[in-house]
Each structure stands twice: as C-alpha cells, then as structure tokens.
C-alpha cells in the first residue's frame, strides 16, 4: 500500500458510499484506477466490509454497557466464548490482558434486558468476577482507522517499491 491507498482508505472509511470519480477527483487518479486500487485491497482483506451506521435509540437500544469479565478456564469456556460470539446483544467481544479475561460491548434497551444479558452470560461461563459500567453518553464513537504515513512506509520496504 502506498499513500494514495492510504488516502483512499482515509475517504472510504468516512463515506463507503463514495464513488471511484468522487474518489479519484480527490487522489488525482482515474476512476478506473481507483476501483483496481479498491479492487486490490478487497482481495487482500484490507477492506474487509462495508457497512452503515445507525441510530441505535432508533432501534430501542439506548442503553450502552460494557462488562469486564474474568472467568474460569474450565470445560465451560470454550462453548461460552461461541455463545458470547454469537449472542445478538454482545457488539463487541474482546480478548484482553492484564486482570480481565474479557469485555464486552452491548446496546440494549433497558436495565432489566442488561440483567437479562448479564444472567446469561453467567449461565455460559464459570465468572469469577465481573464489572458493569453504563455509559452515560459517547465522547467518541465509531472512529475511522487512521491511515499513518508509516504504515505507507512499512509497506512499501516490505514489497519493495519507492
């Protein structure tokens, strides 16, 4: 990747939406160019999805949580874990280090559906402890990846090119 897919990245991730002209009128490149360039980094698993965001209150889902969990390494984890994955109220899941095992991210429309979720969390892993913080509002949300000039640069010495 070199500076102009940086740059490309950098428009896509503030508007999926953006068209290959719009794009390539702000690269100084042809549309064409931009949709091979779009094109390659699909296939490589740069860009991964496209997606939208939405209002979640919209959906009945104001309330924002995150739970920290440490939990037993016993014959419950693994199928807990897959349960967490595929759970429609756990956004987000993460693996982390340090005194948690995880943290979670959910949306949910009330204390009790937060309850509901936190019962059944603790009816699919062996928790050791767990902590619940409510968000009271989001200072930032939903940040774009920013593509670093040095990332241009590593992957430029690592294929060779410039």
């Known amino acids: 990747m070199d500076t102009t897919d940086l740059k490309i990245l950098d428009l896509l991730q503030q508007d999926a939406r953006m068209t290959n002209a719009d794009i390539a009128e702000q690269v100084n490149l042809t549309a064409s160019s931009v949709y091979e360039r779009v094109r390659k980094m699909q296939e490589q698993g740069?860009?991964?999805r496209y997606t939208i965001q939405v209002d979640p209150g919209a959906l009945g889902k104001p309330l924002t949580a995150f739970i920290r969990l440490t939990v037993a390494y016993d014959e419950r984890q693994a199928a807990g874990v897959a349960?967490?994955?595929?759970?429609?109220d756990v956004l987000e899941c993460y693996s982390v280090a340090g005194e948690d095992c995880y943290i979670i991210k959910t949306r949910v429309g009330s204390p009790g559906e937060l309850e509901a979720l936190i019962h059944r969390i603790r009816g699919r892993l062996t928790v050791l402890r767990?902590?619940?913080m409510?968000?009271?509002s989001a200072i930032k949300e939903g940040?774009?990846?920013a593509a670093a000039e040095g990332a241009g640069a590593r992957?430029?010495?690592k294929n060779g090119n410039y």
């Open 155 to 157: 992957a430029r010495s």
């Open 83 to 88: 349960a967490l994955r595929d759970d429609p």
């Open 134 to 136: 409510i968000a009271l």
């Open 46 to 48: 740069v860009i991964q």
């Open 143 to 145: 940040g774009a990846l």
């Open 130 to 132: 767990s902590v619940t």
